[in-house]
């Protein structure tokens, strides 16, 4: 639902801009980027000047805006419907504007999710690590080595954050290699019998398995929480009918970002991955 506060802003371009400037979506500029002087000027609606080497530049200049044509005012809207998670086709149809468009600017947008979820922050304490595949739906092998379906590792940290990256393969090397970019040394990890965990105490993790042949759980040691991520991702993807392997990396750590914000005021978090540097 779009607030009405929401809607007062995005009546006006002028608020609009105000609001995105408030937010540092558009950047404030009080040099060049150019040549550094301060005897810079708003010229035209959408234009700034230096007055000393004389260059201009748009208002637009260093943010997400930059390589689009959207008004201010239904880019605001724009990110309320990415919110709602409406489809491409519906949004375009409620902006008024053509597909390509909506379809680039929610591209920008999961491009910049993406860089902000790539951040190598660690995670520790107790861990839940597994991996899955997604794709359509495919006569064949399932579950590990299934043929023509894309392999992806997660790790989930107990009362915190879930990482999720696809994977070449899930041979013990590249989880290994994964866990070591994403984990502290130290924690606590639980997975399933898989044997491509095998080496994980060698690289200084504590290891323990659940073996799913026998019980889901046990005590404490169980991955329900990350096999519970696979869940709500999966159920989100079937939206889309397919995507292209090009495409589905951007959606996946969407879904890392929202399943991470859960919670949270989605709108305003958007807003501060959207900031200008």
């Known amino acids: 639902m779009i607030t009405v506060k929401l809607m007062e802003i995005a009546s ?7 609001f995105l400037r408030e937010k540092r979506i558009l950047k404030t500029y009080t040099q060049c980027p150019y040549c550094g002087s301060s005897r810079i000027g708003r ?28 008004s201010f005012s239904k880019f605001i ?58 794709g359509g739906r495919r006569r064949g092998k399932r579950g590990r080595g299934a043929e023509g379906k894309i392999p992806v590792f997660g790790i989930l940290e107990r009362n915190g954050m879930v990482k999720v990256e696809v994977v070449r393969d899930v041979k013990a090397e590249t989880l290994l290699r994964e866990t070591i970019k994403k984990v502290k040394r130290g924690s606590l990890i639980y997975t399933d019998k898989f044997r491509g965990y095998d080496g994980l ?22 991955i329900n929480g990350i096999e519970g991520f696979w869940g709500f991702a999966k159920e989100r993807l079937l939206r889309f009918h397919g995507l292209s ?18 919670g949270k005021n989605f709108y305003e978090e ?5 900031k200008v540097d």
């Open 12 to 18: 006006d371009e002028e608020r609009a801009e105000e």
């Open 245 to 262: 392997p090009r495409l589905f990396p951007l959606y996946l750590k969407e879904l890392e970002f929202r399943y991470n914000t859960r």
């Open 201 to 222: 105490v060698m690289y200084g993790f504590k290891h323990e398995r659940i073996d799913h042949s026998k019980r889901f759980a046990n005590g404490n040691v169980y």
């Open 77 to 134: 809207i724009a990110l309320k419907l990415f919110e709602l998670e409406v489809p491409v086709l519906r949004a375009s149809k409620e902006l008024g504007l053509f597909y390509n468009t909506v379809h680039k600017l929610f591209t920008l947008i999961r491009e910049r999710i993406y860089e902000f979820t790539s951040k190598d922050d660690l995670l520790s304490g107790e861990i839940e690590a597994d991996e899955s595949y997604f």
């Open 270 to 274: 958007l807003l501060n991955i959207l």
């Open 43 to 70: 010229v035209r609606r959408n234009m700034y000047k230096c007055y000393d080497c004389k260059r201009e530049w748009s208002i637009r200049k260093g943010s997400i805006l930059e390589k689009t044509k959207i």
